[in-house]
């Protein structure tokens, strides 16, 4: 009885391997996983006509330190990007979100989901 039993399971164990491995594997729903490029982003509030750059926000500074953690001020944590969705997920800034406007250029989104006027724009080289 207990080869029976063993038998069952092997079989129904290669049926279910065969079942994962025929379905299409999904993209994380919201986007590709991805990561920031590290350095340090300076935010600002749009200045007006006379002004050459942005009104500093320096409280809203932070630096990406690695893969998805950043730090600040404040404090560090971690953060999630889906495709071009940036969500703060660890730390003194949780909840914080971002869209990535380019490899340079973060607009901070309201709890909405409509972008802010404050913008984080990453200093230095592209390289990293």
């Known amino acids: 009885m207990m080869k029976h039993s063993q038998n069952t399971l ?5 049926a279910l ?12 729903p919201g986007g590709k996983l991805r990561t920031l490029t590290r350095g340090d982003y300076v935010c600002e509030l749009p200045g007006d006509a006379a002004l050459s750059r942005g009104i500093p926000v320096p409280e809203e500074n932070f630096r ?8 600040s001020a404040e404090g560090s944590g971690t953060y999630l990007r889906k495709g071009d969705l940036v969500t ?11 869209s990535v406007k380019s490899d340079r250029f973060l607009r901070a989104l309201g709890e909405d989901g409509e972008p802010t006027g404050l913008r984080c724009i990453r200093l230095g080289s592209t390289a990293n």
């Open 64 to 71: 990406v330190i690695n893969a998805s953690s950043y730090s």
């Open 88 to 98: 703060i997920t660890s730390g003194p800034r949780k909840g914080r979100r971002y």
């Open 17 to 28: 391997s065969a079942l994962l491995l025929a379905a299409p594997l999904q993209a994380a």
């Open 10 to 14: 092997t079989l129904l164990l290669s």
